[in-house]
């Protein structure tokens, strides 16, 4: 089982930045993938952008440019540096951390709030 808890929340203005942080705990050496998920007030949750113990990336595309996902290399914590951020970006945030096979058992953080307004 793995733990993983955020922190880097909060209120930023349209244009601003904001550093997101998870730390994970527990059985590391069984993680192959760690990244970040958001969900908006009324909206379904999506992947934001997510790491592979190969250094493999993914982000959604209404991120890519603005937002850079890294991590600790070995897999203790991960990272999202979020820049030019939008007021669509508001939503919590929650980090996860997926072991094979991947999606069966996803643990996941308690999430930390992001709002993007003037």
């Known amino acids: 089982q793995v733990q993983l808890g955020e922190s880097g929340g909060g209120s930023v203005q349209p244009g601003g930045s904001l550093r997101l942080s998870c730390t994970v705990s527990g059985r590391l050496f069984s993680i192959y993938v760690l990244g970040w998920y958001r969900q908006a007030p009324g909206k379904e949750r999506e992947l934001v952008a997510h790491?592979?113990?190969?250094?493999?990336?993914t982000y959604v595309d209404s991120v890519k440019g603005r937002f850079t996902i890294s991590r600790d290399r070995g897999m203790s914590a991960v990272y999202l540096q979020m820049s030019n951020l939008k007021p669509e970006d508001t939503a919590v945030y929650y980090c996860y951390a997926d072991s094979p096979p991947l999606g069966s058992r996803p643990d996941w953080g308690r999430g930390t709030q992001v709002i993007v307004s003037s």
């Open positions: 790491t592979t113990r190969d250094d493999r990336t």
